[in-house]
Each structure stands twice: as structure tokens, then as C-alpha cells.
């Protein structure tokens, strides 16, 4: 399976970006997806998450309120909607899906090539 991450780009504080992330060569029915980002100089840390069904949904403390993960198996697509952008939300965001169906009991096995998102203030 591959995962094309797209949808990155240059935008200001507070606007709203949506990314995309599609899986080809196999479906991602079945499995937890994910979204990660990796700021300059920083380690790569969790965004947010979604179960197999799309019914339980996870994310990190600092865009809770802001950001939502979506899938949409018919198309092999999940989706993260960013909104009220701060510049510390800068950085290359990479999907990923598990290998189980809750995020909670997944490792990620799989990842995509990344989507850089600038924000400026």
C-alpha cells in the first residue's frame, strides 16, 4: 500500500487548509489512520487519528478545537481539516495508517511522503 499525501501550502494565521491522504495498491478499509507532523529541528509528534469506521477520533492537546480527521473509505481517503492556523502548527504532515483498527491498539506500519504546511504570522 501507498499513501499520497496531499493539500500542503503556504497560508496566514487563522486561515483553514484541508489535507488529503490516499492509499492505493491496497485499501485502508479495516485500519486506523493517522496524522503526524514534524515540525524544523523537532521530533515527529501524534496530530490526530481515526478508527476504521470513522466513529472515534483522537488528537493532540494542541489542535483540539481546531483540527478534524475524517476518512472516506469509498474513495481510500482521509482528510484533515485545519483550522485557525497559528504558525506553530508549521510544519510537514504525514498520514499513516495502523495495523489495527483502533488507533489506541496500532502501530504505524505505514507512511506517506508528507505535505508541507507553512503558516505565516
Known amino acids: 500500500v501507498q499513501l499520497q499525501a496531499s493539500g500542503g501550502g503556504l497560508v496566514q494565521a487563522g486561515a483553514s487548509l484541508t489535507l488529503s491522504c490516499t492509499a492505493s495498491?491496497?485499501?485502508?478499509?479495516?485500519?486506523?489512520m493517522g496524522w503526524f507532523r514534524q515540525a524544523p529541528g523537532k521530533e515527529r509528534e501524534f496530530v490526530a487519528a481515526?478508527?476504521?469506521?470513522?466513529?472515534?477520533?483522537s488528537y493532540a492537546d494542541s489542535v483540539e478545537g481546531r483540527f478534524t480527521i475524517s476518512r472516506d473509505s469509498a474513495k481510500n481517503t482521509v482528510y484533515l481539516r485545519m483550522s485557525s492556523l497559528l504558525p506553530e502548527d508549521t510544519a510537514v504532515y504525514y498520514c499513516?495508517?495502523?495495523?489495527?483498527?483502533?488507533?489506541?491498539?496500532?502501530?504505524?506500519?505505514?507512511w506517506g511522503q508528507g505535505t508541507l504546511v507553512t503558516v505565516s504570522s
Open positions: 499513516a495508517r495502523g495495523n489495527a483498527r483502533n488507533p489506541t491498539r496500532s502501530k504505524w506500519n505505514v
Open positions: 495498491g491496497h485499501t485502508f478499509s479495516g485500519y486506523a
Open positions: 481515526v478508527d476504521w469506521v470513522g466513529d472515534y477520533t
